[in-house]
């Protein structure tokens, strides 16, 4: 049992490189989410699918795209890297989101990106 | 927007105590969830909690959710070191007719003296 894949473990970029961050799931999840952890400030929510087809913002958006390619797969891209966005990221997904779903989110083990 | 409150930020305990974190809101949740992060990996989920009043158990972590749904405990008994780690406290809120809104804690770093 995989559970949730994030690759690449690390990566470093320079500012201005492009990157996209890769995320599956095998547990047949319906929401999948991208989280930013940095020190002091907890899991912040970056974007989330409820559902195949379908992605909305969370709360630090600016400056990331997403893609739900299909219901196991969601990726993270940053067009034009900036230091501020040096940060683990972690990729969850949970059986529900919406209406009235109450599911806990399961995470993959993280990437950790440096921009120089 | 809601907020959970997790204090103090560190805590340093002796091998085979018990220790207790606790989690606030002032806002109220519908379930409350505990999650660890050991270094170098992602949050794992300990334990769930979806009824107010709720006390579960996972091995020697025990949780509660609050009567008043705006707090969560969770006690951890005879502590060993792999108990070290970050402990996130999560609750969501459900919306009627719209997307459940989920909100984390900042963590509190457990630290294990043998």
């Known amino acids: 049992n995989a559970g949730v894949t994030q690759t690449p473990k690390f990566q470093v970029l320079k500012t201005g490189q492009s990157m996209t961050l890769q995320c599956a799931q095998d547990m047949n999840h319906n929401s999948m989410y991208w989280y930013r952890q940095d020190p002091g400030m907890g899991l912040r929510l970056i974007y989330y699918s409820a559902s195949e087809g379908t992605t909305d913002k969370g709360e630090v958006p600016n400056g990331y795209n997403v893609s739900r390619l299909n219901k196991r797969e969601f990726s993270l891209r940053l067009e034009s890297a900036a230091p501020s966005q040096t940060s683990v990221y972690f990729c969850a997904s949970s059986s529900g989101w919406g209406r009235g779903s109450n599911q806990p989110q399961h995470f993959g083990d993280g990437t950790r990106l440096s921009i120089l | 927007g809601q907020q959970l409150n997790q204090s103090p930020q560190s805590m340093f305990i002796q091998e085979g105590e018990d220790v207790s974190m606790n989690c606030t809101s002032s806002?109220?949740?519908?379930?409350w969830l505990w999650y660890k992060q050991d270094p170098g990996e992602g949050p794992v989920l300990l334990i769930a909690l979806y009824k107010a009043g709720e006390l579960t158990s996972n091995g020697r972590l025990t949780a509660q959710f609050g009567i008043t749904r705006k707090d969560s405990f969770l006690n951890i008994s005879a502590s060993i070191p792999s108990d070290v780690g970050i402990y996130f406290c999560?609750?969501?809120?459900?919306?009627?007719?719209?997307?459940?809104?989920?909100?984390f804690g900042k963590g509190i770093t457990l630290s294990v003296r043998p």
């Open positions: 999560a609750g969501i809120l459900q919306y009627t007719g719209a997307n459940s809104k989920l909100t």
């Open positions: 806002s109220i949740f519908n379930t």
